[in-house]
């Protein structure tokens, strides 16, 4: 086997292959040196110990390359209207389809300002409110500068920075804008009431922000 090892390569299969034989000091330097670049983490004593021990299979990796990962894009604001992904199907426009969804909020409410007892205190249950999340909440416009939105009651399916969409009772949705409004809301026996120009938020930026108690300018 060592004698195969060390045999010349012919010299039709070395032009085939671009490599001449080499002998000596040169096959021997060549060999340590190759030896040395594919175990580079070993000293030459240990590498000596091993290739007497056992047979090495040697072979030459390039190192792997870092693949980024490409991180998912969302969609931006001009796709989502493009694609109308929140806009409500007239076929989902139904009243009686968000009863279960009031059903949760009042749930939801209670629990948030632990469970609304008489004795409760009301500047803490407004503060609560403020923060809260309003969808499926029945709302009624009390006040507004825009005469026709007055009366209007509804269950909020939709809070955008600076309206309300209500679905009435007659399956109609209605788009009340929140500045110039005021609504009023029924949670367990309170009656509370809205300052739509407080809430020009996105309700989740709404719940992590810090409101000042102060006075409010009527309409």
Known sequence: MERVVQSEIPSDQSHLLGVESQHGADAEAFTKAFVKNSIPHMKDAAIEDMMARKAVVLEYKRPKKKVKKAKAKGLNAKERRRLQIFQLKPEHQKYELFLPLHELWKSYIEDLCNGLKPGSNPQVIQQKLLKADFHGAIL????????????????????????????????????????????????????????????????????????????????
């Open 140 to 219: 009624t416009v009390v006040r507004s500068k825009c005469p026709s939105y007055v009366g209007l009651t509804g269950i909020l399916v939709q809070e955008l920075k600076h309206i309300f969409k209500l679905i009435t009772k007659e399956d109609k949705l209605k788009v009340i804008p929140k500045r110039n409004s005021v609504f009023s809301v029924e949670v367990g026996g309170f009656v509370s009431h809205i300052y739509g120009s407080k809430f020009e938020l996105r309700s989740s930026e709404r719940s992590a922000k810090k409101f000042k108690v102060k006075g409010t300018i009527d309409l």
